[in-house]
């Protein structure tokens, strides 16, 4: 009974090994595919924030050049502003952290491996500015719906 028992253990202390290296490969795997896609992921990220500041700009000037029967109402213009502040926050803050992973003010951005580390290494929180962006520019496109109405 006891060699069962010791059989038993062997058995289950070896499942737990392989299932701690198979976690580990799986986890190595995803890191290594991440790092391969940092350069494309860092341009892309670069690509997104010049587009949106150009767009913001022209956003901005908009109102500026509409013919005066076509002004939008205070109120509107008011919520308008305020979702451009938003976005403009949110894309300066991933601007920044771009930026503070490139080490780089120009463009494009020299894709190094300790930049492609980096990136691997902070990448959830890239993910969490970039969605809180995407959310803005829902609410600044559905605003500029209403607006256009």
Request: with cysteine.
């Amino acid at each position: 009974m006891a060699e069962a028992a010791a059989i038993f253990g062997c058995v289950s202390a070896s499942a737990s090994i392989i299932m701690s290296i198979t976690k580990t490969i799986h986890t190595l795997s995803e890191i290594r595919q991440q790092y391969k896609h940092a350069e494309t992921t860092i341009r892309l990220l670069t690509s997104q924030l010049s587009t949106m500041q150009s767009a913001l700009s022209h956003i901005r000037n908009w109102p500026d050049f509409a013919p005066k029967n076509q002004r939008l109402p205070d109120n509107l213009a008011e919520i308008l502003e305020m979702a451009m502040e938003g976005c403009e926050l949110a894309v300066q803050e991933l601007n920044e952290a771009v930026m503070d992973l490139t080490g780089d003010t120009g463009s494009p951005p020299p894709i190094t491996t300790k930049v492609k580390a980096k990136l691997v290494w902070n990448e959830s929180a890239m993910k969490d500015r970039q969605q809180i962006l995407s959310h803005h520019i829902q609410m600044l496109q559905m605003i500029i719906q209403i607006c256009d109405r």
